[in-house]
């Protein structure tokens, strides 16, 4: 296979240890969304030891992470319909009782100001907190989440959160990978995607060489030559997770040569052009982890780019 998915697991461990060495908090470990595109099963067995909680999107993927050998605590993080109790490391989101069964465990979802999920009133959740007693259900945190790392908004949010509990004292968590280092009471802090900064590349080879002339079409539409140059064919496109706003905006590196995206992007491959001494063969550096950049060149998010860029058609290879 010509296209190689890298894996830093030894740097999202880093990641989370220099985050460690900041706080006395206990950490929740993100890896909904396949860990940002990182393997969550692989990156969860790596960082077991050193983290308190992982948390997920949905039931799905805390059964994944189970069956992959899981044993810590997994918060499900959105809302479901599906419930399932006979895991007793799953705990869920809730902001209704909704088909919840007995002696679940949950943490209650407070809505701040995300406007997502949570409750947004003391008497809505204080209504919620006795009918989760009721039912016999282990109550084990409050949460929200926080929607900028402004420390104006931060303080907004924290305020709302309190008057919403009142009095009733949980372990609770807020944090964004983005205001780590705002300082307000929480037990836990949930570290998402600064887990995986600088942890992922992607290489590739030349597969052909063109000589083109100034003004031949090169690809899809109207990309023309600007002047008589060559032309490496990348086996790589779209459906390997690369953005098509990148076309004309990205270079990779080539023999330690930077060298420009010329033409759309296609579904299987993609094009730069390069000097002669190029030959068929040479690797590609197509992404080398600097997730920032391809989302300042797309004018995206890192967390976008980041879950892009995984799938079945790379040679995987974790280290």
Same mark, same amino acid.
């Given at each position: 296979?010509?296209?190689?998915?890298?894996?830093?697991?030894?740097?999202?461990?880093? =990641? #989370?240890? $220099?985050?460690?060495? *900041?706080?006395?908090?206990? +950490?929740?470990?993100?890896?909904?969304? %396949?860990? &940002? @595109?990182?393997?969550?099963?692989?990156?969860?067995?790596?960082?077991?030891?050193?983290?308190?909680?992982?948390?997920?999107?949905?039931?799905?993927?805390?059964?994944?992470?189970?069956?992959?050998?899981?044993?810590?605590?997994?918060?499900?993080?959105?809302?479901?319909?599906?419930?399932?109790?006979?895991?007793?490391?799953?705990?869920?989101?809730?902001? =209704? #009782?909704? $088909?919840?069964?007995? *002696?679940?465990?949950?943490? +209650?979802?407070?809505?701040?100001?995300? %406007?997502? &999920? @949570?409750?947004?009133?003391?008497?809505?959740?204080?209504?919620?907190?006795?009918?989760?007693?009721?039912?016999?259900?282990?109550?084990?945190?409050?949460?929200?989440?926080?929607?900028?790392?402004?420390?104006?908004?931060?303080?907004?949010?924290?305020?709302?959160?309190?008057?919403?509990?009142?009095?009733?004292?949980?372990?609770?968590?807020?944090?964004?990978?983005?205001?780590?280092?705002?300082?307000?009471?929480?037990?836990?802090?949930?570290?998402?995607?600064?887990?995986?900064?600088?942890?992922?590349?992607?290489?590739?080879?030349?597969?052909?060489?063109?000589?083109?002339?100034?003004?031949?079409?090169?690809?899809?539409?109207?990309?023309?030559?600007?002047?008589?140059?060559?032309?490496?064919?990348?086996?790589?496109?779209?459906?390997?997770?690369?953005?098509?706003?990148?076309?004309?905006?990205?270079?990779?590196?080539?023999?330690?040569?930077?060298?420009?995206?010329?033409?759309?992007?296609?579904?299987?491959?993609?094009?730069?052009?390069?000097?002669?001494?190029?030959?068929?063969?040479?690797?590609?550096?197509?992404?080398?982890?600097?997730?920032?950049?391809?989302?300042?060149?797309?004018?995206?998010?890192?967390?976008?780019?980041?879950?892009?860029?995984?799938?079945?058609?790379?040679?995987?290879?974790?280290?």
């Amino acid at each position: 296979m010509f296209n190689k998915l890298i894996i830093h697991l030894s740097k999202i461990r880093q =990641n #989370i240890l $220099n985050i460690k060495s *900041r706080t006395d908090r206990k +950490i929740i470990s993100v890896v909904k969304a %396949n860990a &940002y @595109g990182h393997n969550a099963v692989k990156v969860a067995n790596y960082v077991q030891d050193i983290v308190d909680m992982f948390a997920v999107a949905n039931l799905y993927e805390a059964k994944a992470l189970i069956m992959g050998g899981i044993t810590k605590n997994i918060l499900v993080l959105s809302k479901t319909i599906d419930y399932d109790t006979s895991y007793s490391n799953i705990i869920y989101m809730v902001d =209704n #009782i909704h $088909n919840l069964p007995h *002696r679940a465990r949950v943490h +209650i979802a407070i809505n701040s100001g995300m %406007n997502r &999920y @949570g409750v947004d009133s003391q008497k809505k959740f204080l209504a919620l907190y006795r009918q989760l007693k009721r039912k016999h259900n282990s109550v084990e945190g409050l949460f929200s989440h926080f929607y900028s790392s402004s420390p104006t908004n931060c303080t907004h949010q924290i305020k709302k959160f309190n008057e919403i509990v009142g009095n009733i004292n949980l372990p609770t968590h807020f944090s964004s990978s983005h205001s780590l280092d705002i300082d307000f009471p929480q037990d836990y802090v949930r570290l998402g995607i600064c887990q995986y900064i600088d942890s992922k590349e992607i290489h590739t080879q030349i597969v052909e060489l063109h000589r083109l002339k100034k003004g031949d079409h090169i690809g899809y539409g109207r990309t023309r030559a600007k002047c008589d140059c060559t032309i490496a064919v990348l086996p790589i496109g779209y459906a390997d997770g690369l953005d098509l706003r990148l076309s004309n905006k990205w270079q990779v590196t080539i023999n330690g040569k930077a060298c420009n995206l010329v033409g759309k992007i296609c579904m299987d491959c993609c094009f730069a052009i390069v000097d002669n001494r190029t030959k068929v063969g040479d690797e590609v550096i197509f992404y080398d982890g600097n997730i920032d950049k391809i989302a300042n060149a797309t004018h995206s998010t890192e967390y976008e780019q980041m879950c892009r860029l995984y799938g079945e058609r790379y040679e995987i290879i974790f280290d």
